[in-house]
């Protein structure tokens, strides 16, 4: 079992010397290209995928101590010394460098034989997951980091990050390409974070699979009754739902949107989606327009999608238990560290740390 509970999440602003950015970046590069050499690029893309290799890394760099930071740190030390000749690269980043992917993925297609149309859909894919974790899954959390790893055989993995404006607490995001059969259900490799949110909602959960359908017939809705449903819930509340709502299950609520673009929804009308995927995909669709046909399904239909954290809570000493294939990831980092070409004091020192963080973690094969 992984606890979980490693480290801390909470976002922290402190500033990394030169020469530990020097000392992350050497070990980074080692363990990489030994992981790379021994196993495959589209394996070290699995591993990014995982929270636990994730943070072994973080561990191994000796990053730990920065909180939220090491992700980002990790994220640019990665794009930094991965190219298109091992087979994978790391694009987007942090803040708006985010938004950069697609012209990254562009610019490397070629060196990766990556075909035009391979391109189109690993672009469609960061913007999915951007997509998903902002308005699908409304956590309290801003997205300002998406960290983008693609090998050369069309593999690819993405970490973000997101913060609490009110608590400064951080939240990761995991994807992996081979997990996702659905992007709006349960797609996620993992997501962890320091806190839970009391009220989430989470329209990716499997229990929302009634309000995702809901929404779509929704969206075709009369018009002036979708306008009318707003205006009479802007009379009644605009904060609490469960004020007013008569089901004995209905423990949490969902709050309406302040502002709805009417435009857009009677534009979606006219051209409906044939499902939840395809009416996230549409431009301009955000957090409101999703809450808004959130609020609808149950004012309507008196369907209520999930509202549970879907977050692993860090310190819980059984929230997070991995799988087999995450377990056997481990040790092949591990064995990439033993077969790197670190000078054998720091080698020693960066397993001698490693084994340790996994013992106080009861990470047992």
């Not at 070290?44 to 072994?56: G, I, K, N, V, W």
């Amino acid at each position: 079992m992984y606890r979980a509970g490693i480290r801390e999440l909470e976002t922290s602003y402190k500033k990394l010397s030169s020469w530990y950015y020097r000392i992350a970046k050497s070990v980074i590069c080692s363990i990489t290209r030994a992981f790379i050499d021994n196993y495959s690029p589209s394996k070290l893309t699995r591993a990014l995928a995982s929270p636990l290799c994730f943070d072994l890394l973080v561990v191994a760099t000796g990053l730990e101590d920065l909180g939220s930071g090491s992700t980002t740190i990790i994220g640019a030390i990665l794009k930094d010394v991965l190219t298109p000749t091992d087979g994978i690269v790391i694009l987007g980043g942090k803040n708006l460098a985010r938004f950069d992917v697609p012209n990254e993925l562009d610019i490397v297609a070629a060196e990766l034989g990556l075909t035009s149309d391979e391109v189109e859909h690993l672009k469609y894919c960061s913007r999915m997951v951007a997509k998903v974790d902002e308005a699908a899954i409304q956590d309290g959390f801003h997205l300002y980091h998406h960290m983008m790893a693609v090998s050369y055989d069309g593999f690819w993995s993405v970490v973000q990050q997101g913060i609490n404006p009110i608590t400064c607490k951080a939240r990761r995001y995991h994807w992996f390409s081979g997990k996702v059969k659905s992007f709006v259900e349960e797609p996620h490799e993992g997501i962890v974070s320091q806190e839970k949110s009391k009220f989430v909602l989470d329209m990716t959960a499997k229990e929302s699979d009634e309000a995702r359908r809901a929404s779509i017939e929704l969206i075709v809705y009369d018009f002036k009754k979708l306008k009318h449903v707003y205006s009479a819930a802007q009379q009644r509340t605009q904060t609490n739902l469960s004020l007013w709502f008569d089901s004995p299950r209905v423990e949490s609520f969902i709050d309406l949107p302040l502002r709805i673009n009417w435009k857009l929804i009677k534009s979606i009308g006219s051209n409906p989606p044939s499902n939840y995927e395809g009416l996230l995909a549409i431009r301009g669709i955000g957090p409101e327009t999703v809450r808004f046909l959130a609020f609808g399904c149950r004012w309507l239909y008196g369907i209520l999608p999930s509202m549970k954290d879907p977050a692993v809570i860090l310190g819980e000493c059984s929230a997070y238990i991995p799988s087999k294939e995450e377990e056997n990831m481990v040790f092949d980092i591990i064995s990439a560290i033993e077969l790197s070409n670190l000078q054998s004091e720091l080698k020693n020192r960066v397993l001698h740390k490693v084994n340790m963080w996994l013992v106080q973690n009861e990470f047992n094969a």
